[in-house]
């Protein structure tokens, strides 16, 4: 929040990969536009394994097309890798399902979107079991 404020002073906002996701949904929240858009372009510039699933939920929460098209492009390159992160379990099912429905996934086969899927469910089981069904019927086998 210092920092926006600094922002409308001075027009100069300090931005990290550690910190731009909070700068990006606070200022959006606040209609600060061009401190959104410094966000928003630091990330697209920015945005790597480590960080995508932090970007693309601030492009759901923000509903930027732009991040979220970078972010799930990112992804949908890179699923096997990023689909063995802690990120990706995390996940809320709304933002998961475009992922496993994409036909843009770079994967060897529909079993390692299933592998994939099958995981994220195994993270916190009791709870998503019963939705389980919904993930695993966007899955191409």
């Known amino acids: 929040m210092k920092c926006l404020l600094k922002f409308v002073y001075t027009s100069n906002l300090d931005l990290s990969s550690e910190t731009v996701d909070q700068l ?3 200022a959006h929240q606040l209609g600060i536009q061009s401190a959104f858009e410094l966000c928003v372009c ?12 932090s970007f693309y ?8 097309k732009v991040l979220k098209e970078c972010a ?3 992804i949908a390159d890179n699923f096997l890798i990023v689909c063995q ?3 990706f379990c995390l996940l809320p099912i709304d933002r998961l399902l ?3 429905k994409s036909d843009d996934l770079q994967v060897r086969s529909e079993k390692d979107v299933l592998d994939a899927a099958i995981s994220w469910i195994k993270y916190d089981m ?3 079991l019963e939705i389980a069904d919904r993930l695993l ?3 191409q086998l």
């Open 24 to 26: 990006a949904e606070c």
């Open 42 to 53: 630091f990330m697209i510039n920015n945005i790597d394994l480590y960080n995508v699933f």
């Open 57 to 64: 939920n601030v492009a759901f929460n923000t509903d930027c």
């Open 72 to 74: 799930f492009k990112v």
């Open 85 to 87: 992160t802690p990120h």
């Open 98 to 100: 475009p992922i496993l």
């Open 126 to 128: 009791s709870s998503r």
């Open 137 to 139: 019927s966007c899955i």
